[in-house]
């Protein structure tokens, strides 16, 4: 069952996410090519992912050490009561900032930051400290990624029995 406003994936449009995650640069034509589908199909679901929000973008993937940001950290802001607004600002401010989330629990924000140095980790802790709207942070960093971001195994957990509409798309067989 898929989630409220959340889009129904079929057999092809597993197909094609599969493909895009494995051949990234891959345009329309080989994307066609991989899946067994017209060209004209590729880009009707292309855009109706897009649409959905199943596909966010097309940015590359940077390696932030190899770019030369090799420290990383998770933080923990606490922040004044009905400040997430405010911080969200703040935080954008922030190159440092890669991401944030709005949480449960003890905190109400977690940030994954990066640096260059510890000299630079610290420089964005103070920034982030200097906020008027954070009251406390705690940091935690990161030593080592053991997994690296990934979505394709939590999306092959959705049921893939509706069939795709495409006619001409036939799903290799083991």
Do not use: W
């Given at each position: 069952?898929?989630?409220?406003?959340?889009?129904?994936?079929?057999?092809?449009?597993?197909?094609?996410?599969?493909?895009?995650?494995?051949?990234?640069?891959?345009?329309?034509?080989?994307?066609?090519?991989?899946?067994?589908?017209?060209?004209?199909?590729?880009?009707?679901r292309?855009?109706?992912?897009?649409?959905?929000?199943?596909?966010a973008?097309?940015?590359?993937?940077?390696?932030?050490?190899?770019?030369?940001?090799?420290?990383?950290?998770f933080?923990?802001?606490?922040?004044?009561?009905?400040?997430?607004?405010?911080?969200?600002?703040?935080?954008?401010?922030?190159?440092?900032?890669?991401?944030?989330?709005?949480?449960?629990?003890?905190?109400?924000?977690?940030?994954?930051?990066?640096?260059?140095s510890?000299?630079g980790?610290?420089?964005?802790?103070?920034?982030?400290?200097?906020?008027?709207?954070?009251?406390?942070?705690?940091?935690?960093?990161?030593l080592?990624?053991?997994?690296?971001?990934?979505?394709?195994?939590?999306?092959?957990?959705?049921?893939?029995?509706?069939?795709?509409?495409?006619?001409?798309?036939?799903?290799?067989?083991?």
């Amino acid at each position: 069952m898929a989630a409220h406003g959340a889009v129904t994936l079929d057999e092809l449009d597993f197909a094609l996410l599969t493909a895009m995650h494995h051949h990234p640069r891959a345009g329309a034509l080989e994307l066609s090519r991989l899946v067994n589908v017209a060209r004209a199909t590729v880009h009707s679901r292309l855009r109706r992912l897009e649409n959905a929000g199943v596909l966010a973008g097309y940015e590359p993937r940077i390696g932030l050490s190899a770019a030369g940001f090799g420290v990383q950290a998770f933080v923990t802001l606490e922040i004044v009561q009905g400040a997430l607004d405010s911080v969200t600002s703040e935080l954008e401010s922030i190159p440092g900032v890669l991401e944030a989330f709005a949480t449960t629990g003890a905190g109400d924000v977690l940030c994954r930051i990066a640096a260059a140095s510890h000299d630079g980790l610290q420089a964005t802790l103070i920034a982030l400290n200097k906020s008027g709207v954070v009251s406390r942070s705690t940091s935690v960093i990161a030593l080592s990624e053991i997994i690296s971001l990934r979505t394709l195994p939590l999306i092959a957990t959705l049921n893939t029995e509706k069939a795709s509409k495409a006619p001409a798309f036939r799903k290799d067989e083991p």
